[in-house]
Structure formats: C-alpha cells, structure tokens
C-alpha cells in the first residue's frame, strides 16, 4: 500500500496548527506526531520515558522538549487516569492554547480535569478508533489514522477555536471525526473495544502453561480472536478500570452468553443454533457497517 | 502469493492413491479433492445437495459420482454428527478400501461407528488444523492444508494399510500428520478451536442490532475476535453438541476469568492486571508455537 500522498489528504483550509507538542510518546502519540509532521507541522515531544522520546525524535516524528513559546495545541497521549493530572500540570506551564487526548474513556477523564480545576474551556476529548496490539515508538505509524474515525467529544463550555482546533488536527491526521457525547462514547467503546478486548485476554489467558501439543493445535481462528490479547496490561487495566461501570454492563451481557450456552451445552437445546446465529447476524451488521464506511471515502 | 508447485510438495514415494471419493464438497471436502488433483489423483464427488457437487465439480475438483470400482480412500467431510451414518452407509456399499474424515471431533464418532456396528479396521480419524469462516464448495481452496497440522486419531484396531493410506492422503494436501488419542485431541480442540468460536459468535451476538454509531465504532480489535462467528451455524452446533462435555470444562474455565474480572472492575483489585498479563502470557505462547512450527517448515 502506497502512503498517500499530501495531496490525499482531506484539504485544511486556513491552517491554525503550526506547532503541536505531544505529551507521551508510546504508539498513539508518536503515531499523531508522525501523522502531523507529513503536513510540516513542527511537533515538540514529551515523555516521562526519556528514551521513548529519543526514539519517536529518530523515527522523524518531531523534536524532543517544549516549543519555545506557546503550542497551537497539546496533545495528551497518555492512559486515561494521567490524563486530567497531565492537563494540570501542562495548563500551569500554559503550554498551549488548546488542548486534547487521545484516551479510550471519556467520561471520567473529564471529570476529574473538572474536579481538578483545569480550564475546561480549551480542552476538548478525542479518541482515534485505531490502534496495534504493539505498544512504544516503534509500533507507531503515520498513517495509522487515515480514513478511521476519531471520535471528538467536546462539551457545552468549549471554546468554539478549540474544537475547530481539534477537527484540524484530525483531519490533519486523515481521519474522520465523529462527534459524540462522553456517556455515549464510552457506553459504545465498552462494547466495541473494552470488553472484546477483556475476552480476548481471558481466551488467551487459557492458553498460558499450554503444552507443546496443544499449542500446535492453534488455527486461525484462535490466532484471530487473541490478537489484541498481546496489548499492555497497565495501559488496559486503566482503560478497563477508568470505563468499570459500562465494561460490567457489557461484560454482563457476554456472561449472560455463556450461560446460555453452558445450558445448551448440557440439554442439547436449541438455543445454541441461536447464539450462533445471533452471532451470524452480529458479524454480518458489522461487516456492513465496515462497507458502507469504506464505501464514503 | 503462487500457488505451490507440485515439486514443492512433500513427496510421497510408492503412492498409493489413485481413486479417491469425497463425501459432502462444502469447504473443507471440496478443498480435499482440490490438493489430490494438483497430484492427478482420481476424485469422485457426492454430496446429498446435488448444486454443492456440480459447483465442486467445475471448480475442477473432480467428477461428480462414484467410481465404477472401489475407491483406495473415501474421505467424510460431513458434520461430526453424520459421520458414523454415513460411514455405515458407504461401508455397506463396499465404496472404498479404507475411511477416513475430517471432522473437528474424533471420540463422538468413532464410538457411533462402532455402536453402529461400522468396520473399524479400516476407518481412521482425522482433522485438518485449517478452516474458513466461509463455508460451500465455493470457499474451498487447494492449498487450504499446506503446512498446516492434520491430526490423525487412528486406534489399535486399525489395519496399518488404512493408516498409511490416510498418512499419504495427508501428505499429498501438504499438511503434516500430528498422532493423537480421539480425546486428547477433543479436549485440546475445545480450547483452541470450539470455546474461540462460541466466545467469538456471544462477543460478535452484542452487535446484533447495535445502532450504526457503535458500529461505525468498531476498529480492528473487535473485527478480528469476531471474525470466526460468520461460521455456518448448523455445522457449529452440530460440533459443539458433538464435543459438549469438553467445551463445558472449557467454557467454565472462561466463565471464571470474567467472574474475577467483573469482581476486579467491581473493587479495583489488581486481579484485572494479572489477568491481562496472563493473556499477555498465552498469545506469547500461542505466538512462539506458530513460530516455532513455521521455522519447521
């Protein structure tokens, strides 16, 4: 696959975002550095990881330190529980003008920036719907956005600069934004990311202290289902945490599978062909969904 | 990727087959009868569904019928469940020297065959490690094998003929015979191939009537631990059913890894992280063996 060019890129009328500093440069915020510096922005990179910084610096994705004056934006690019105590500390040193995240829960990140006393005003959620199992610089890439969605959620008290601010950067980016309240985002990112995510690792978690024998018995299937089991355990355990309520919500919703299964399993009911065409149906809506998507590009 | 060359194939010296029957040319048969014809091998076509035969048959997976003399093999790719009936029946007709099949449970059958009052001496188990979420003749491919582990549950009573026979078979799709008992290999296939699947089809069931914002939300992750829930599912059923008592004790394990999970989310215990790592632990695992199996080659 070709990178696309520049001129591929969704046009940005009237650019504002000249200088970008990204705090935390793992995957995520080396991928938006990478993502921004094809544009030319000029990018400033922080990291309590020095080194994680040096090697986002070599992989062309920006220079390490602070700009010399104030960013046009700040991006958080941190796990969601360090999100609000980041913005505190980045909004004393008035670093930017606006700022952002890139965290996979939404809600409780903003309040706690509230309860914190941040300003509100110039900081407005966001959350790319894309990612790797791989984790650090290295895994990052700069199309790692192009053509997904971003979800943007601002709030009531946003300054109107700050969310076209973030728009820039996320059509900057190539993607798409897709603007949602907290609640709705973090009820959709549990069913959709969180709890996949957590069963995946369960799965994967049966196979540790496996047997050779067993082992070479893994097909594609299995292969598929336990891919993003390979994610960072702190990172996941603060998303999945930071996002409990809806995750158990879901989470219910899956045992509640299980258990119908396990019955059918011992009764020889009908209610497996159900699930499995349950299943059907699921996987269908979202290879549809997936289409339509690809087909608005 | 090019298909193999048949001077890539492992050779088998002294072959043996040269007529072979398929009964059923869904997928996994008519993948079958396509690897023996890139050898010239003779395959024969019946399926109780006349279409899935005549679009096997133009795919040139061989002719559509018996053979007017004894087949040197006649492979079973029906469900677990119609196994040991059909085996019954196509015994009684004498259609072939030696039986074999394909299904992904190997103790249910093999224990019919024998109520049924089957000639066990020449019926030898087997299961290709290899599928498609797609099922029909038309999903079928003739590399589908290459490479792939192909268990081979033969039992003490077998004629040495029949296990060669099945060996050959086996090497001529290019996969590698793997010996097992008939439970062995049932309660390794429950945790690496049917609990995947249920877990996959109860995950992707959650999206069935999901509005098109949470589908328009669904990245990578969720997209590939649902991916095996497009399977047919009369044919799922029908193995699950088949395998129930070990994919009960594979299901409870998993059930007890969301039952500390949702206690975790509930109290904030570090549970949650070890269980991730755990997962972290297995796809390593899972990962080093495919490794390991692939450097084989």
């Known amino acids: ?13 009237d650019r504002t975002l000249h200088t970008v500093t990204i705090v935390g440069t793992g995957m995520m915020g080396t991928s938006v550095a990478l993502a921004l510096r094809r544009h030319g922005v000029r990018t400033y990179l922080l990291d309590c ?6 090697t986002a610096a070599k992989m062309g994705a920006g220079v390490v330190g602070s700009p010399s004056s104030t960013a046009d ?3 958080l690019a941190v796990p969601p529980r360090s999100i609000a105590p980041v913005l505190v500390q980045q909004q004393a040193l008035r670093s ?18 509230e309860a914190l006393g941040c300003d509100l005003t110039s900081y407005v959620g ?14 990052a890439s700069g199309t790692l956005f192009q053509d997904k969605a971003w979800v943007l959620t601002s709030h009531p008290g946003n300054d109107t600069a700050a969310v076209a601010a973030v728009t820039e950067l996320i059509r900057l980016c190539g993607a798409r934004p897709v603007a949602m309240t907290q609640s709705a985002h973090d009820r959709a990112l549990a069913r959709t990311s969180h709890v996949p ?20 018995l893994c097909g594609a299937g299995i292969t598929d289902t336990t891919r993003i089991a390979a994610g960072d355990s702190a990172l996941w355990t603060d998303i999945l945490q930071s996002n409990a309520l809806e995750v158990a919500a879901a989470l219910a919703e899956v045992a509640a599978g299980l258990t119908t299964a396990a019955h059918a399993l011992a009764t020889g009911s009908a209610d497996l062909t159900e699930l499995l065409r349950r ?3 699921g996987r269908g809506a979202l290879l549809t969904a997936r289409t339509r998507l690809r087909s608005r590009k």
Chains 1, 2 share one sequence.
């Not at 700022?99 to 903003?110: F, N």
């Open 197 to 216: 995510h957590l069963i995946s690792s369960i799965l994967a978690g049966t196979l540790d202290g496996a047997d050779q024998q067993l082992l070479a």
């Open 49 to 54: 990881d020095a080194q994680a910084a040096e």
């Open 96 to 113: 930017g003008r606006v700022y952002t995240d890139v965290g996979s829960v939404k809600a409780g990140p903003l309040a706690a920036a």
């Open 1 to 13: 696959m070709n990178p696309p060019t520049d001129e591929a890129q969704p046009v940005v009328a």
């Open 126 to 139: 966001g959350h790319p719907i894309a990612g790797s199992e791989r984790s650090g610089p290295r895994a």
């Open 279 to 281: 299943g059907n149906a």
């Open 73 to 75: 934006l700040v991006v």
